[in-house]
């Protein structure tokens, strides 16, 4: 699973920030999209998230549908084979691409959203608001996280809410402390004072004044949690804290363990799986990458020494 | 660790001596040790072979529990007390459970006691204890450790695992020693179903170690170095190995005639299912308890010398809770249980590897002595299911599925147990086969707290489970588990359905009253008719006890055309100790 | 002073919720323990029920609020209780402790040599050829799922090469010694998991010090070295590096509680005995009180390490000591 490294949301250490306006915004998204990396990124996750509307055009099979042959190789009927009750491996993959990918969002929205609540206002209010918010952060970002999520997720009813529940609790504490050192900075902004004077509420200037300026920052946090949760959620199916009789690639990963794949030799019903949630991963992975190098100019791709138009 | 991924059920069935054979049994027991001891050999009925008298070879177990040990052997502690009991720790006698019932009787074989008396109508049983036996520390056993093993229940309650004492809610009031050779157990009811708790499931402890310890705490005794009566002893341990080594005192062991023969015994710890595949496969074990995945080609084939045999002996089907307004009508209970082909479900959920089972209830070949096979209404007929659906006033929805007149459907949420990949895999097919018929099933899987729990309490509406919980004892007649599962008294435990109805009640309480095996046999087949025309629970499969073996170098072995033993090491049953009793080293 | 004074109060405040969630958790499922434990034993009568309650002492009915008391009281005097099997929760995870010790401190602390050393050299090296490629690769190698790079590892070592043995810590059949065949024994089977935590974490490692050193290479400090034509090695490491590392430092004993979770992976991917797999089979056969001391046991652990990685950033940084 990938393991969130300290540091790599760079671009919320002060560069992606600015006052509100489009050009930058505007340039932002251009070097976005020239960087290979996002690109690539993109396009995985573009691909990924087609499979997952659109199943049916990929797959005739039923992926419930245990009818065929049992633990068959790949063959052309059966593009990966067949699992031990004999369902087709590919359309169990295909169809479960939704479950997957639903999970992993909204947990990622929602901690995201949450981080940024406690995190921004901890570091607008200040003082008492600050230090229990603060102290909130730190607790769940010291408790060590899988234990937690095991022990949450074995005594929860399993399922999918479970699985959100319990990946949302884990989740939000990292960004929260990188926005707030974010929000700190703010706080002395022009355009926040005038508000103030203005009497705007705190709320007011919270969600309308603030959080816009931060988007890029939100969706470098939302990216960073995405490839986070997409490891930890495979993890814990992986374990067999999940349903299994939902269908995630997790889900399927558990089966094929469990039925000895790898050893009895039917490889692609355990390998399949554990590409795809790879995949998905490196697709946040290489977004987040590349939002990194845009926030942070210093880790754009070295141009020659020669070139000095390079800001 | 994965937990092992098949619905294992093995069960030791409890015999339930029928009075007339009491005395037969005892002539017997007296004739076959005259004639054992006469022909110079102790070994018990079944096959023997103590032709040869050479003790040497290396066993070595196959069974992945899950865990390393943590080289404690006391034979009261549920968990790990597969370990000792047989190996070490023996009991009075000893009840084959699966040919316990083909003579339509149970045969008692004289293990520690060399024979049982009933008197004051089935309220006292007498035992008269085997002489000459000793612990294998030297001490003398008598009927004073016996006496004193069921008096240790009274102070320590948690060794009390079959509830057999008045304070734990079975029928025994008193246990005394008579004598040198005499135990007499007092019960307060007629308690003949109770002989074979009593008789074969308690192993027998030395009172002069245990006597020494703190007698409220028995249970948590650690006794790392258990002294028993039995064939071997524990050699050495580590988290990932027991060695066990002959007892060289055992009381079968005759000048010439040595049991057991088999030198070393060694038992590891799997830490992983498939760590303890591939060390059966690659020949390192010889006595396998694993149902290896795609068996033939990945374990038989691969040597010159090895079977499976998969006996069954428990029932696993769907359990539906009789409380539920639609599942109350016997109409919808029959429809699932003609909608399921279960040869089907064994074939792709269990890879054929335990039979399909029959609506009776009756477990074959283990009862096929108390099986009618003329009331055996089991078929799938998926049309006839949606014509007693139809009759019944349900009609088929737009989306396939069976409504009743005020529009509920017949949508029902399963659960079962996490952990089992068979049980899961068999519900797909069981989804698949009852959507084939307009009725749908969600299968929720639960952990075993909730699940237990949940079953227990009657919080589901249908359930998939083995008769008694998912690994868990039956008996050596039917009557134990049918009676675990629709007898009213445990609803709230093992009978799941909450089935109530006093003329099965009466049922029960008719078998228990009478030790003739014909009025039992029709009593049985009276209650198997309530099975087919109520459908209190659906068998689907038949739970098996997993079992290969590697007679490459090693003989003795039970089979299916000589079933002396029970098979299933991980259990703690008796059994292991009469199988390491006939195991003999070959070439 | 303070700065560590209140890094004191909010690990015991952690400590404090961490024993709480402990003890609550199991209270609010429902069910007894000996309801689940009992689904977990094979070949026992229904009718143990009675005797497991009594001995996991279910039905003793005591004040909620004095259990609970009792509890936090018992861990801070180190008893843990005893697990199902009657050995002291203790002992087993003294046991346990070694193997995820040898297996994770080895493996983690070579990902950081590893990872950081490369970190440094590619952020010097920019828009060389290895800055071109290792880090967007090792990037993505970290975030395969570290099961599934360990089921990788099987396929290929273990099944399809069958060098290198598919789990476990050494040999069934060895006896533990301090003898070299039973060292290389336990050598070789820690070579598969080892390789996967490595491999996994090393990625990490690397991309955050070349980030870090990126960054630090920027600042005016290291152009005025350059400028005062100080050789570059003594730039690299005496100027960048050293700065480069301190936020790496407090990230890596943060980062603890992350590896510990991805050894609880590892060691369930290769049956490797260590306290991850402990923790997983005692959530299995609901050996309460054993998943109550090993989560107490992660906890603390984290908590220790991060302690000390404050108390070693204040009196390397001085900073810090006045934040």
């Given at each position: 699973m990938a393991i969130p490294a300290i540091g790599s949301n760079s671009a919320l250490s002060g560069a992606g920030v600015s006052a509100p306006s489009t050009s930058v915004r505007v340039r932002f998204l251009r070097t976005l999209f020239s960087s290979k990396k996002a690109t690539a990124g993109l396009v995985i996750l573009l691909v990924i998230s087609f499979v997952a509307a659109f199943p049916g055009l990929l797959t005739h099979d039923d992926p419930n549908a245990a009818i065929y042959g049992i633990e068959q190789g790949p063959s052309l009927q059966h593009l990966l084979g067949t699992t031990l009750v004999g369902q087709d491996v590919f359309s169990q993959l295909v169809y479960g691409t939704r479950l997957t990918l639903v999970i992993v969002v909204v947990v990622s929205v929602i901690a995201t959203v949450l981080s940024m609540i406690i995190g921004i206002t901890a570091a607008y209010l200040g003082g008492l608001a600050d230090r229990s918010l603060s102290l909130l952060t730190d607790i769940f970002l010291i408790i060590p996280t899988l234990p937690l999520l095991i022990v949450l997720a074995f005594y929860l009813p399993s399922g999918v809410s479970t699985m959100i529940l319990v990946l949302c609790l884990t989740s939000w504490a990292f960004q929260a402390r990188q926005l707030r050192s974010q929000g700190l900075s703010l706080r002395s902004r022009d355009f926040l004072a005038s508000a103030r004077v203005r009497g705007e509420r705190p709320l007011y200037i919270i969600l309308v004044e603030i959080v816009p300026t931060m988007t890029s920052l939100l969706a470098a946090s939302f990216l960073?949690?995405?490839?986070?949760?997409?490891?930890?959620?495979?993890?814990?199916?992986?374990?067999?804290?999940?349903?299994?009789?939902?269908?995630?690639?997790?889900?399927?990963?558990?089966?094929?363990?469990?039925?000895?794949?790898?050893?009895?030799?039917?490889?692609?019903?355990?390998?399949?799986?554990?590409?795809?949630v790879a995949l998905l991963g490196a697709g946040f992975a290489l977004l987040n990458y590349a939002f990194d190098e845009i926030g942070n100019p210093a880790l754009r791709p070295a141009r020659r020494r020669r070139d000095r138009s390079a800001s | 660790m994965r937990k092992p991924t098949w619905g294992r059920a093995p069960t030791h069935l409890a015999a339930a001596l029928p009075r007339s054979h009491r005395k037969l049994v005892t002539l017997l027991a007296g004739t076959a040790t005259l004639l054992a001891a006469a022909c110079g050999g102790t070994t018990s009925a079944g096959s023997s072979t103590a032709s040869s008298s050479s003790v040497g070879g290396k066993l070595v177990i196959d069974s992945y529990m899950g865990t390393t040990w943590p080289c404690t052997f006391n034979p009261f502690n549920p968990a790990l007390n597969f370990l000792t009991v047989g190996f070490t720790y023996e009991t009075l006698e000893y009840i084959n459970d699966l040919k316990a019932s083909s003579s339509g009787s149970s045969l008692a074989q004289p293990w520690l006691a060399t024979g049982s008396a009933w008197s004051n109508n089935y309220e006292t049983l007498t035992f008269t204890i085997r002489s000459g036996v000793k612990w294998n520390d030297g001490q003398p056993f008598s009927a004073a450790d016996v006496a004193y093993t069921f008096n240790a229940m009274t102070t320590s309650a948690a060794l009390d695992l079959n509830a057999l004492w008045k304070a734990d809610g079975g029928p025994l009031t008193a246990v005394t020693a008579q004598g040198s050779n005499q135990v007499a157990f007092t019960f307060d009811t007629p308690a003949q179903t109770y002989f074979y708790y009593v008789a074969d499931q308690i192993p027998i402890v030395p009172e002069h170690i245990w006597s020494t310890l703190d007698q409220t705490k028995l249970a948590s005794y650690t006794d790392s170095h258990p002294i028993g009566t039995g064939p071997y002893k524990v050699g050495s341990c580590t988290q990932a190995n027991v060695k066990y080594v002959p007892n060289t005192d055992y009381w079968q062991s005759t000048p010439g005639h040595p049991v057991p023969r088999i030198a070393e015994v060694d038992y590891p710890s799997f830490l992983g299912n498939d760590q303890a595949n591939l060390y059966l496969t690659e020949g390192q074990a010889q006595w396998g308890a694993q149902p290896v995945p795609n068996i033939k080609t990945a374990y038989l084939n691969k040597g010159p010398d090895r079977y499976m045999w998969f006996p069954p002996v428990l029932n696993v089907g769907i359990f539906p809770n009789l409380d539920n307004p639609l599942l109350s009508n016997v109409a919808v209970r029959q429809a699932i249980s003609l909608a399921l082909d279960r040869s089907n479900v064994a074939t792709r959920g269990e890879s054929g590897y335990e039979p399909a089972a029959s609506q009776t209830g009756i477990i074959t070949p283990t009862y096929q002595s108390w099986y009618d096979k003329?009331?055996?209404?089991?078929a799938y007929d998926p049309t006839k299911a949606e014509q007693v659906l139809e009759a019944a006033g349900f009609t088929k929805g737009s989306d396939g599925i069976y409504q009743n007149a005020q529009g509920q459907q017949l949508s029902f949420t399963l659960q079962t147990v996490s952990g089992f990949g068979d049980w899961d895999a068999s519900l797909v097919v069981i989804t698949q086969e009852l959507k084939a018929v307009g009725i749908q099933i969600t299968v929720e899987d639960e952990n075993s707290g909730p699940y237990t729990t949940n079953l227990e309490s009657g919080n589901f509406q249908l359930a998939y489970a083995g008769s008694g919980g998912p690994y868990t004892a039956g008996g050596p007649t039917p009557y134990y588990e049918l009676r675990g599962d629709l007898y009213s008294s445990n609803i709230g435990g093992t009978n799941y359905s909450h089935y109530n109805s006093p003329s099965t009640d009466a049922l029960f309480?008719?078998?228990?009253?009478?030790?003739?095996?014909?009025?039992?046999?029709?009593?049985?087949?009276?209650?198997?008719?309530?099975?087919?025309?109520?459908?209190p629970f659906i068998p689907v499969t038949q739970g098996v006890d997993w079992y290969t073996y590697d007679a490459s170098h090693i003989g003795g072995w039970p089979t299916a055309s000589d079933p002396y033993a029970q098979p299933a090491i991980y259990a703690p049953l008796e059994d292991a100790g009469v199988i390491l009793d006939h195991l003999y080293p070959t070439n | 002073m303070t700065y560590l004074r209140r890094r004191l109060g909010l690990f015991l405040l952690t400590l404090w919720a961490a024993l709480t969630v402990n003890f609550a958790l199991p209270r609010l499922m429902p069910g007894n323990e000996a309801q689940a434990v009992l689904a977990t034993l094979h070949g026992v009568n229904p009718a143990a029920l009675h005797a497991l309650e009594i001995e996991f002492g279910v039905n003793v009915h005591q004040n909620i609020v004095l259990t609970y008391l009792q509890y936090l009281g018992n861990c801070f005097t180190g008893q843990l209780g005893v697990d199902h099997y009657g050995i002291p929760v203790v002992t087993g995870i003294v046991q346990a402790l070694p193997w995820t010790l040898g297996l994770v401190g080895i493996a983690t602390v070579l990902a950081f040599l590893i990872g950081t050393l490369v970190g440094i050299l590619t952020a010097w090296r920019r828009g060389g050829r290895m800055d071109a490629f290792l880090p967007p690769l090792l990037f993505i190698v970290s975030s395969f799922p570290i099961f599934f790079m360990g089921l990788v590892l099987i396929l290929i070592f273990g099944v399809v090469l069958n060098w290198l043995p598919i789990g476990g810590n050494y040999n069934i059949d060895a006896t533990p010694s301090l003898s070299l065949p039973f060292i290389g024994d336990v050598i070789t089977h820690a070579i598969l998991p080892g390789a996967t935590l490595v491999v996994v974490t090393a990625g990490l490692w690397i991309f955050t010090m070349r980030n870090n050193m990126i960054t630090t290479l920027a600042e005016d400090y290291v152009k005025m070295g350059r400028a005062k034509g100080l050789a570059p090695w003594r730039i690299?490491?005496?100027?960048?590096?050293?700065?480069?590392?301190?936020?790496?430092?407090?990230?890596?004993?943060?980062?603890?509680?992350?590896?510990?979770?991805?050894?609880?992976?590892?060691?369930?991917?290769?049956?490797?005995?260590?306290?991850?797999?402990?923790?997983?089979?005692?959530?299995?056969?609901?050996?309460?009180?054993?998943?109550?001391?090993?989560?107490?046991?992660?906890?603390?652990?984290?908590?220790?390490?991060?302690l000390g990685a404050d108390l070693v950033t204040a009196l390397v940084d001085p900073r810090t000591r006045d934040a």
């Open positions: 960073g949690v995405a490839v986070y949760v997409v490891g930890f959620a495979a993890g814990l199916q992986f374990l067999g804290l999940g349903n299994s009789s939902e269908l995630t690639w997790g889900t399927l990963l558990y089966q094929a363990q469990a039925n000895d794949a790898l050893i009895s030799g039917n490889v692609w019903w355990e390998l399949s799986p554990g590409l795809a | 003329s009331i055996d209404n089991t309480n008719a078998y228990a009253a009478t030790t003739n095996v014909s009025q039992q046999k029709q009593i049985i087949d009276q209650i198997e008719q309530v099975m087919v025309s109520d459908y | 690299m490491l005496d100027y960048a590096a050293r700065n480069a590392i301190l936020p790496n430092l407090t990230g890596f004993a943060m980062q603890l509680g992350f590896v510990l979770g991805g050894a609880i992976l590892v060691e369930y991917t290769f049956s490797y005995p260590g306290l991850g797999y402990l923790f997983y089979t005692s959530t299995t056969l609901h050996d309460l009180p054993m998943m109550q001391g090993l989560f107490l046991f992660y906890t603390m652990a984290v908590l220790v390490c991060v």
